[in-house]
């Protein structure tokens, strides 16, 4: 069992940078596979990035490849989205999930536990 909080959302200008973090409760951090999506008004929740277990693999989406980094720090059960030259199109509801195996996927119902989600906006 894991809970999770974000934190970090906000408003940016185009071209800025956010970073956001993932707060996980419970002692089995180190054994989820961790990972970020987002979702606007009357859209399916969309892959962002994922970062294996130990932290030695990370996949994301086209959209954000280049310009966001996942990262983990294991010692303080945390998560981390940052997020550099941002668009208006990257605007959405962040949250953060978790899933026990070690597979990483993109696909948000393989995710058993979800934060509350945190708000990014992005003016142009």
């Known amino acids: 069992q894991v809970q999770l909080i974000e ?5 940016v200008q185009a071209g800025g940078s956010l970073r956001l973090s993932c707060a996980a409760s419970g002692r089995t951090f180190s054994s989820y596979t961790m990972a970020w999506f ?11 990035a994922s970062i294996s277990s130990i932290g030695d693999s990370t996949n994301y989406a086209d959209s954000v490849k280049g310009r ?7 010692a303080n059960d ?3 989205l940052e997020m ?10 962040y949250y ?3 899933k026990l195996f070690s597979a990483m996927s993109t696909n948000w119902p393989d995710y058993g536990y979800w934060g509350q989600g945190t708000q990014v906006t992005v003016s142009s």
């Open 38 to 48: 987002r979702q606007t008004p009357g859209k399916e929740r969309e892959f962002v």
């Open 84 to 93: 550099n030259s941002l668009k208006p199109e990257d605007t959405a509801v």
């Open 68 to 74: 966001f980094t996942i990262s983990r720090a294991n």
């Open 96 to 98: 953060c999930a978790a």
């Open 78 to 80: 945390t998560v981390y």
């Open 7 to 11: 934190s970090g959302g906000g408003l």
